[in-house]
């Protein structure tokens, strides 16, 4: 089986340019996707390199074959670029411009030395199989701290195209140099491994374009659910949470306690030191609620300056214990805001958390409002203890 080589260019110039107005037009529409312009500009290279090839002839100057193959390997060097953008949002351009130098000098050299054409090619295949293969690697690599399921797809079909160059080299290194002048569209694999990294190239770039629009949908969905100025929880976010572990609590599969908290005099701190310190305090209040609490634990901001929280797996005296300790680091707080000293107090209200979500909130805010009542900076359980005897 063969297919014509020069047809894959062509398709290849085809498919590539086509796919490269596809990411600009994307990156238009999401300029905060790091490496999307960046892939399509690779895409765009590799474009302009299966042209040149598609246009070479016998008689082509050196510098025409060089520039052609210096472009598809740019391609591929700015397709790891872009990959590393992606992951960590550096710009990174040596990753292209290094390994297109070195090509550019050893290819060069190649040619001047009259090395064959199949040792020609597969120097090209081994450079695109190792960028390819770079390229997988950071698209997995950042699997654990982001792990987006259109990752897995997009490796994949980085690796058939690294293994399809791979069998090409091997096939260039065990043929034997035809003699005399080659077509100048000679492949030793007839076309098949060009075939494939066409399909390839589909499928890698439509699997980038997955793992850019999975981004920015979890980005939305987290500007959804949280909080703008303390990047904790919102409201709505919080009582469809807690809601949904009160059905489990129903059916006796879970046991928690819901915590409301009220930072204590928040009006005079905003009079004394202005909505910026208050804002301050707010987003320190934040920062010191995550430590506290544990990982698995939930806490959002209500309103204003009224927080509640989630305490999963715990009975109400072992919540009465981490409120206290909570309330506790809270009054230890001091902030500067512009050289003056700030300090918050807070008074907590503690309930635990049955069936009915509405009711708990009901009855720690009921405990909140106890706690103001009896000087503030405390904290108070929904279970009041019976009255003393007379």
Not at 55 to 74: D, E, G, H, Q
Not at 78 to 97: L, Q, Y
Not at 246 to 268: E, K, P, Q, Y
Request: aromatic content about 8%.
């Amino acid at each position: 089986m063969s297919i014509d080589v020069l047809t894959i260019y062509l398709l290849n110039f085809v498919i590539a340019f086509a796919m490269a107005g596809l990411c600009f037009f994307s990156w238009l529409h999401s300029r905060d996707i790091l490496g999307l312009r960046g892939w399509a500009t690779s895409l765009l290279l590799g474009a302009m390199g299966s042209l040149e090839l598609s246009l070479r002839t016998n008689s082509s100057p050196l510098y025409m074959v060089v520039m052609a193959n210096s472009l598809i390997v740019a391609g591929y060097s700015t397709v790891w670029m872009s990959v590393r953008r992606f992951n960590s949002g550096e710009r990174g351009i040596k990753f292209a411009v290094v390994p297109t130098t070195v090509f550019v000098v050893i290819f060069t050299g190649a040619l001047l030395a009259g090395i064959d054409v199949n040792k020609r090619v597969a120097l090209c295949s081994l450079v695109i199989a190792i960028l390819s293969t770079l390229a997988a690697w950071e698209v997995l690599r950042a699997r654990i701290t982001e792990p987006l399921s259109s990752r897995l797809p997009t490796a994949i079909a980085l690796l058939l195209m690294a293994f399809s160059m791979i069998v090409r080299v091997v096939f260039s290194l065990l043929s034997d140099a035809p003699e005399g002048d080659t077509t100048p569209f000679y492949d030793p694999t007839q076309g098949i491994t060009l075939f494939i990294n066409t399909i390839c190239v589909v499928a890698m770039t439509l699997g980038f374009l997955l793992m850019a629009n999975e981004r920015l949908r979890h980005h939305y969905e987290k500007l959804a659910s949280t909080d703008e100025l303390t990047h904790l929880r919102n409201r709505r976010f919080f009582l469809e949470e807690a809601e949904r572990l009160a059905s489990r609590g129903a059916l006796g599969m879970a046991r928690a306690c819901v915590l409301m908290i009220d930072l204590d005099h928040f009006t005079n701190v905003n009079r004394t030191f202005g909505h910026a310190g208050g804002d301050q305090a707010l987003v320190a209040f934040a920062g010191l609620a995550r430590r506290q609490l544990r990982p698995d634990d939930l806490i959002a901001r209500y309103g204003g300056e009224e927080f509640c929280a989630l305490l999963r797996d715990v009975d109400e005296p072992e919540a009465l214990q981490v409120a206290e300790r909570l309330r506790a680091a809270i009054a230890d707080l001091s902030l500067d805001v512009d050289g003056r000293a700030l300090r918050i107090t807070a008074s907590i209200g503690v309930a635990t958390l049955r069936a009915d979500l509405q009711d708990a909130m009901r009855r720690a805010d009921a405990a909140l409002y106890r706690a103001k009542e009896r000087g503030r900076n405390r904290v108070e359980s929904a279970e009041e203890p019976p009255a003393a005897a007379a």
